[in-house]
């Protein structure tokens, strides 16, 4: 048994869940099928799906073939092995991640730009935390598409942007995704952005780095990739 996590009332005073109703919504069918255990098996697909994007994607970006086959280790190891094992949103918030790069990275493809607005809009639903790293992909989409791809993605987004929005005016009263909390969170509003960062990283036991010290690597490869004329690292 799981006790209720509410999150601030809604409009007529009703509880309403602290977390968001995607995850839920797209499992249910999965669970109503085969249980929980089905539900880890649609989780760990979704671990098997990221880390074949993350092959073409490291492709695309210019990398060499050995190169990607490491990008393709890191993501079958953690953190994302551990998430397999767990009903968390970390995975599709990840997968949505890499898709969304992949498609819109380069192209005119209008097609792709609506299938990756659609992954860039999913990921606020999956978690809040996740509306700066869609607000990033959306500006990364919109740099690296021309022509029809970058209205099309623009517009897709503007449209889920609206609908997010009305969501939390419908249920909560109120235009804004901290509507949830009743405001803006005590870790936001009364935190250190900066002690909160290095929680991230560095926490012994949420943190990012004791987890996967593969991140470390990343650093020194997102400076090459900065500082090449085209945009792509050349990695051995």
Same mark, same amino acid.
């Given at each position: 048994p799981v006790a209720p996590h509410y999150g601030n009332? /809604?409009?007529?005073?009703?509880?309403?869940?602290? #977390?968001?109703?995607? +995850?839920?919504?797209? @499992?249910?069918?999965?669970?109503?099928? =085969?249980? /929980?255990? @089905?539900? $880890?098996?649609?989780?760990?697909?979704? =671990?098997? !799906?990221?880390a074949h994007v993350v092959d073409g994607l490291s492709l695309r970006a210019g990398a060499s073939a050995s190169a990607a086959r490491l990008a393709w280790a890191v993501c079958v190891g953690p953190p994302a092995f551990f998430y397999s094992f767990h009903v968390y949103t970390e995975l599709p918030s990840?997968?949505?991640?890499?898709?969304?790069?992949?498609?819109?990275?380069?192209?005119?493809?209008? /097609?792709?730009?609506?299938v990756a607005a659609a992954a860039i809009a999913v990921l606020p639903w +999956?978690?809040?935390?996740?509306?700066?790293?869609?607000?990033?992909?959306?500006?990364? =989409?919109?740099?690296?598409?021309? !022509?029809?791809?970058?209205?099309?993605?623009?517009?897709?987004?503007?449209?889920?942007?609206? +609908?997010?929005?009305?969501? $939390?005016? #419908?249920?909560?009263? /109120?235009?804004?995704?901290?509507?949830?909390?009743? =405001?803006?969170?005590?870790?936001?509003?009364? !935190?250190s952005p900066l002690r909160a960062v290095a929680g991230l990283l560095l926490d012994r036991s949420f943190g990012l780095l004791p987890f996967a010290p593969i991140f470390l690597l990343a650093a020194p490869g997102l400076t090459r990739l900065g500082r090449t004329s085209e945009g792509r690292a050349h990695l051995a």
């Open positions: 009332p /809604r409009r007529d005073g009703r509880p309403f869940p602290a #977390y968001s109703p995607p +995850l839920p919504s797209l @499992l249910a069918p999965v669970d109503a099928l =085969g249980g /929980r255990s @089905l539900c $880890f098996a649609a989780l760990a697909l979704c =671990g098997a !799906g990221l990840a997968l949505a991640v890499a898709l969304a790069l992949d498609l819109s990275w380069e192209g005119k493809s209008a /097609r792709r730009a609506a +999956l978690h809040l935390k996740l509306m700066l790293a869609a607000a990033v992909l959306a500006a990364v =989409g919109l740099w690296r598409l021309r !022509g029809r791809a970058r209205v099309v993605l623009g517009a897709c987004l503007a449209v889920a942007v609206a +609908l997010f929005l009305a969501w $939390f005016q #419908y249920v909560f009263g /109120r235009p804004t995704p901290f509507a949830i909390y009743g =405001g803006l969170p005590p870790e936001l509003s009364d !935190g």
